[in-house]
């Protein structure tokens, strides 16, 4: 018996490794994701999985320059390499997750991590690798780039969720457990309130991160160049018909995107409304769980969230008023990543038994 619980032991210590590595990893990658499409580095390598058929972009310098097939696309160095260091870091992810998936099977008899779970984190990387393949094959098309956006935080967020849910540590239980033994009486239990809450929140944060991959592939973040107006205008000229097309077609290369400006203006002007729905939802769950007295140690995880919630507000009104620098809008990526794992860590506690 004492045997079974030392291995239990050892193998959430090695999920505990893998999956906080896992979340470190994953959150450069989707940062690094940001800052290539952000720098016009899509494309950089125009072939997948290597760049101008070689392994790194230092030996593809020859076959760029006579491949005919590169003719179009010519080796640019800087870009090449930014390309390859992101699929280099998510093919290094894959394996990480792979072996929390080979490690979740090996001890499925612990029962540290559901099979289905680890099972389900481990397709949806093979499914993230897929878009990230068609994301260049395909020359950017908006409707993969936002999909690859939002598997890479798919796959942040599972790791941080399977992370949270280990044992033989402090993320949250004991305090839960307390917070419940705290409400008393009848009717609806505050923490059901605070994890529908928290649940509204994590989808309107969803729908948000769609929406800005959607303003960021369709190259729609200086549609609207002032704040709080559009143009000067509260509501100005929208295209709202092109806007949101998903599907015009292959053989297109979107790089400086496709759409006319009144079809920007509506994309912008949405991602603004879905920016307030969401804030409003996530400051509403946070707010709710502040004023609970029996969830007064889940106080921490609700100021997170405002704080998480705070940044990104004030990143994405100073990329507006700063023109979108290249740093700016790579950090509002990396604030969206941060805002989801508050989300989770707050419904997670909210969750646990």
Partial sequence: MGQNRMAANSVARWLRRLGIG????????????????????????PDWPGCYGHLTPGGAEHAAATDAVYAARP?????????MLHRYAAGALGLVI??????????????????????ALFATVIVQGILGMLTVTWQLKPLIVTLHLLFGMTTLGLLWWLTLSLPLSSWGDASLRSAGRAVQ????????????????????????????????????????PDLPTCQHAWWP??????????????NIDYEGGVLDNP???????????????????????????LRQRGLSKLRPRA????????????????????????WLATLHTAGAALLLLATLALLRSLSAR
């Fill in 22 to 45: 896992g979340v470190v990893l994953c959150f450069a990658v989707v940062v690094l994701g940001a800052y290539v499409r952000l720098s016009a580095a899509g494309l950089g390598c």
């Fill in 75 to 83: 080796l640019e160095p800087g870009k090449a390499w930014r390309e």
């Fill in 98 to 119: 792979l072996a929390i998936t080979a490690l979740a099977i090996s001890a499925r008899r612990t029962r540290l991590v559901s099979i289905v779970f680890a099972l």
């Fill in 185 to 224: 009486g009848g009717g609806a239990s505050p923490i059901n309130s605070a994890r529908q809450l928290a649940s509204i929140g994590l989808l309107a944060l969803t729908v948000q991160i769609a929406l800005g991959g959607w303003t960021s592939s369709n190259y729609a973040a200086l549609a609207c």
């Fill in 303 to 326: 100021w997170a969230l405002l704080a998480a919630l705070a940044l990104q507000l004030a990143i994405g009104a100073s990329m507006v008023l700063k023109a979108l620098p290249l």
């Fill in 237 to 250: 000229h929208g295209d709202y018909r092109n806007a949101f097309v998903l599907w015009r077609g292959l």
């Fill in 263 to 289: 079809a920007r203006v509506a994309i912008h002007l949405t991602h603004r409304f879905g920016a307030l729905v969401a804030s409003v939802a996530l400051a509403f769950a946070a707010v709710f769980v």
